[in-house]
């Protein structure tokens, strides 16, 4: 089973993990602002704690910021883009990025929790918000209906979406497809995504299923995927 869901799991892994990392070093900038001061926080024990606050949704929320403004005169908190950018470059502290990994796995999504989402090699795997399943994807890339040019890397196995995006991997997982999962990004919530968007992407799909005489896409059933 694990071949496929093993390297999903450290994909998110590795992503989410990333994130963490760099709202906490935003945090240290913030309240330290001194790049000295900031290395000195900059511990295995703070981040430790950093991790069991529960409300870190203010760092989430500034982290989003600093990535939204990109001018050279914006600030977050006061502090420059430059100036974060600057510290976030910093081998220094770049360096460390382990230490903390081993930390930030410890509450991390446990991976048999995610194989139980993500399901096996054997059993079908469909997308929750068009419904499509991996086994019509192949039939229809077999049939020359895929277009898309990143077909080596994506697109023949579900994708792990996190339903509001900006939370972290521990809540609400489902799978999707490449094409939905690309669409939705960051910006549409699970609902949005599934009652507005996708109604649509799965006409597209079932058009082309047709013209190759392919069975069509049942509606999901959404929130299980199994
Ligand atoms: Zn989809």
């Known amino acids: 089973m694990e071949k496929i869901a093993h390297r999903k799991y450290r994909e998110i892994l590795n992503r989410s993990f990333k994130k963490s990392f760099y709202q906490f070093l935003l945090k240290l900038i913030i309240e330290e ?3 000295e001061k900031i290395l000195k926080m900059f511990t295995v024990a703070r981040y430790e704690e950093f991790r069991k606050d529960n409300d870190r949704s203010i760092w989430t929320e500034l982290d989003r910021r600093s990535y939204q403004l990109r001018k050279i005169s914006d600030e977050i908190a006061g502090i420059k883009i430059l100036d974060i950018e600057k510290i976030f470059k910093d081998e ?3 360096d460390k990025s382990n230490l ?3 930390i930030y796995s410890q509450s991390f999504l446990k991976k048999e929790k995610f194989y139980e989402i993500y399901g096996d090699d054997m059993s079908p795997r469909y997308c929750s918000y068009c419904g499509i399943s991996e086994d019509q994807i192949e039939k229809l890339f077999n049939k020359d209906e895929i277009k898309t040019k990143r077909w080596a890397t994506r697109g023949r196995n579900m994708e792990v979406d996190r339903v509001q995006p900006n939370d972290e991997y521990n809540s609400e997982l489902v799978l999707c497809c490449y094409w939905c999962n690309n669409a939705k990004t960051d910006e ?5 995504f599934k009652n507005i968007i996708a109604p649509s992407i799965r006409m597209v799909w079932n058009q082309r299923l047709e013209k190759k005489d392919l069975s069509q896409i049942q509606v999901p059933a959404h929130s299980k995927n199994k």
């Open 33 to 35: 602002k001194d790049k």
């Open 92 to 94: 220094q502290f770049k």
């Open 100 to 102: 903390f990994k081993n």
């Open 188 to 192: 549409f919530s699970g609902d949005e």
